[in-house]
């Protein structure tokens, strides 16, 4: 049961699973017919994973885990929205998941685009328009601190993120005052497959 783990512990886990990936070493688990049963009429993951959509950002490959382990919200550039604040408190409040983990990547096609709409001045049309405004603030303050490639500014992105789910959502701001759920950053390498963690907010 969640209850069970605290939320260092929650991280360690998805850490040996990422490192058994990093090596070829994945154990594939949960993925049977006997736990695709199990989970009928329950489930009881560990984490949550918010990351971006990004198709080689698959969460239960690069963390190793199975069925039921993780509860998976994915967005374009992990940009919050309502839908997805909503479905972080339900994961904190109805599922008891000690850990939240922002997951960005290297490379990555949102902030690149909100970095090119910044220089330029030059919006994209329709609802990418959207997600560039709301990477916007994370852009501006990586310039700010003289950080100008894309790879340093998905690391700042994370971090606001990760602060700004935060001051967004009294529940699970609540969770993380009272030690039940913390928050974590963390930037995934595409090339090394490894992920890792960039804020803590001190709860690990």
Not at 54 to 79: H, K, Y
Not at 85 to 91: F, I, K, N, V, W
Not at 148 to 168: M, P, W
Request: hydrophobic share 40%.
């Amino acid at each position: 049961m969640n209850k069970q783990l605290t939320p260092a512990e929650a991280w360690q886990k998805l850490r040996d699973g990422n490192a058994r990936f990093i090596s070829s070493d994945s154990s594939h688990p949960n993925q049977d017919a006997s736990r695709r049963t199990s989970l009928v009429n329950t489930q009881n993951p560990f984490a949550v994973i918010f990351g971006c959509s990004d198709s080689r950002l698959a969460a239960e490959i690069i963390f190793d885990v199975g069925l039921g382990d993780v509860f998976v919200v994915r967005t374009a550039g992990q940009v919050i929205d309502d839908a997805v604040l909503g479905s972080l408190e339900y994961s904190v409040s109805v599922l008891g998941v000690p850990l939240i983990v922002i997951l960005g990547h290297d490379s990555c096609g949102a902030v690149t685009a909100t970095m090119n709409a910044i220089e330029t001045g030059a919006m994209p049309a329709g609802f990418i328009r959207d997600l560039v405004e709301r990477i916007t603030p994370s852009v501006l303050t990586s310039q700010r601190n003289g950080v100008t490639d894309v790879n340093g500014t998905v690391v700042e992105h994370i971090k606001q993120t990760a602060n700004r789910l935060v001051d967004s959502s009294r529940v699970i701001s609540d969770a993380v005052e009272q030690g039940s759920t913390a928050v974590v950053g963390v930037a995934y390498r595409l090339e090394e497959g490894k992920a890792e963690l960039v804020a803590d907010n001190g709860a690990l």
